[in-house]
Structure formats: C-alpha cells, structure tokens
C-alpha cells in the first residue's frame, strides 16, 4: 500500500524536486534584458564622447529618456514585476511606490527650489551685526 505525497511550496513558491510554483524569470529574459540594458548604456555614453548632439539640453533629456527606458527594462526583465505575478499585487506595490518617491523627489526640489528664490538675501550691515 502507497501513499501518495504530494509535496508542498516552500518559502519562495518552490516545490521541492519539482517546478518553481511560480515562474521568476527565463534565461530568455535575462538575455534580453542584459542585451537591452547594454544598448541603453553604450548609445547615451556615446552622444556624451562624441558631441553628437550640439545642445546640452537635448543631451541631458536623451540620457533622461534612457535611463527612464533603463528603468522599465530592469523591472520588466531582471524583477519580473507584471500584471500576472501574485494577481497584480506587485505591480500595484511598485507602482504605489514610485508615485510616493516621485512625489517626495518633485516636491522637495520645489521646496529647496522656493527656498532658494524667496529666501531674504543678507545685507554687509546685518552680517557685521551677527
């Protein structure tokens, strides 16, 4: 007589002697994000080296743009984090996330920014009375 076992998840969603319970990335994936994560590195050190955009501007926003497309590639590729994984809750957690870091990133450079432009600059006289 046999009893049949079948075993359970450990922490990390895997069964031991079995498949992962839950899919953490392919070496496909991995592959892909490491090909684009180098494009994404090589092009803006490129427009840096060579000049090739004239405007420092444009060249600050095209670094921004990569580095923002940089960010969605690690996510998408190396973290996994999509609609599918766990219902949605971690999408939804990184999303709640980011928001509350951007919020504080645009909300303190308001303040430092505010700070600067309507702080009283200090007059000789009132330095020599300090």
């Known amino acids: ?11 990390g969603g ?3 002697g079995g498949t992962p319970a839950q899919s953490h990335g392919s070496k496909r994936s991995f592959v892909t994000g490491s090909v684009l994560s180098i494009i994404m590195t090589v092009i803006p050190f490129w427009l ?5 955009l004239h405007n420092p501007q ?4 095209t670094i921004f743009a990569f580095a923002l497309a940089q960010i969605g590639v690690h996510v998408v590729c190396f973290l996994n984090v999509d609609s599918r994984a766990e219902g949605g809750w971690t999408l939804l957690a990184f999303l709640f996330t980011a928001i509350i870091v951007g919020i504080t990133i645009i ?15 200090m007059t000789p006289q009132a330095m020599r009375q300090m």
Do not use: Q
């Open 1 to 11: 007589m046999s009893i049949s076992h079948t075993p359970t998840p450990h922490a």
């Open 14 to 16: 895997h069964v031991p």
């Open 48 to 52: 840096v080296m060579s000049g090739a």
């Open 58 to 61: 444009a060249t600050a926003l």
């Open 107 to 121: 909300g303190s450079i308001w303040v430092m920014y505010h700070l600067d432009n309507n702080m009283m600059p």
